[in-house]
């Protein structure tokens, strides 16, 4: 994806949420389009995902942006993967999922942060990939997992034509 395409519509609708400052963590960033959008709203941003020509091209473009993002490969699914403690003060998933690393990001999320998170559901296999029910949730576990904190937004549904399921929290 182009970094230039436009965020997440449920990151948009959630824009209200994002800290003026602070220290922003994009889960599986890819290109980095959120990564870019965030850092452009003055957060410092670490960028995580698996695919070094991916973070690369993130790296290059927030340099000719000037724009502070930390951008770094890291297999998240690796069961030794930390991602801090309390180290962020906004937290974003876009269409990821891989379960063991949800109390993880729970943990990373510093007191009064926010996460906003969304991705497909189980209705996405009868229409294209991913079709791995290991990448999809059931409706209602993103909730489920997350229940530590407190939940302000949720979308069980459809958003821009996908079933997805999504959720705005903040961490007490």
Same mark, same amino acid.
């Given at each position: 994806?182009?970094?230039?395409?436009?965020?997440?519509?449920?990151?948009?609708?959630?824009?209200?949420?994002?800290?003026? *400052?602070?220290?922003?963590?994009?889960?599986?960033?890819?290109?980095?389009?959120?990564?870019?959008?965030?850092?452009?709203?003055?957060?410092?941003?670490?960028?995580?995902?698996?695919?070094?020509?991916?973070? #690369?091209?993130?790296? *290059?473009?927030?340099?000719?942006?000037?724009?502070?993002? %930390?951008? #770094?490969?890291?297999?998240?699914?690796?069961?030794?993967?930390?991602?801090?403690?309390?180290?962020?003060?906004?937290?974003?998933?876009?269409?990821?999922?891989?379960?063991?690393?949800?109390?993880?990001?729970?943990?990373?999320?510093?007191?009064?942060?926010?996460?906003?998170? %969304?991705?497909?559901?189980? %209705?996405?296999?009868?229409?294209?990939?991913?079709?791995?029910?290991?990448?999809?949730?059931?409706?209602?576990?993103?909730?489920?997992?997350?229940?530590?904190?407190?939940?302000?937004? #949720?979308?069980?549904?459809?958003?821009?034509?996908?079933?997805?399921?999504?959720?705005?929290?903040?961490?007490?």
């Amino acid at each position: 994806m182009h970094p230039d395409a436009l965020p997440s519509s449920w990151l948009l609708f959630n824009a209200d949420l994002i800290p003026r *400052a602070g220290r922003a963590l994009d889960v599986a960033c890819a290109h980095g389009r959120h990564s870019l959008f965030l850092a452009g709203r003055g957060l410092r941003v670490r960028a995580v995902d698996r695919d070094p020509q991916a973070v #690369e091209a993130l790296r *290059a473009e927030a340099t000719r942006r000037a724009l502070p993002v %930390e951008a #770094e490969v890291l297999d998240l699914e690796a069961v030794s993967v930390d991602l801090g403690r309390e180290s962020y003060d906004f937290i974003l998933v876009v269409r990821y999922l891989h379960r063991p690393l949800l109390p993880k990001l729970v943990q990373a999320l510093a007191p009064g942060g926010v996460i906003v998170y %969304e991705t497909f559901t189980r %209705e996405q296999a009868l229409r294209g990939k991913p079709t791995n029910p290991d990448f999809l949730l059931q409706h209602g576990e993103l909730r489920q997992n997350l229940a530590s904190l407190t939940l302000m937004r #949720e979308l069980d549904g459809t958003l821009d034509g996908n079933p997805v399921s999504a959720i705005a929290a903040r961490k007490p």
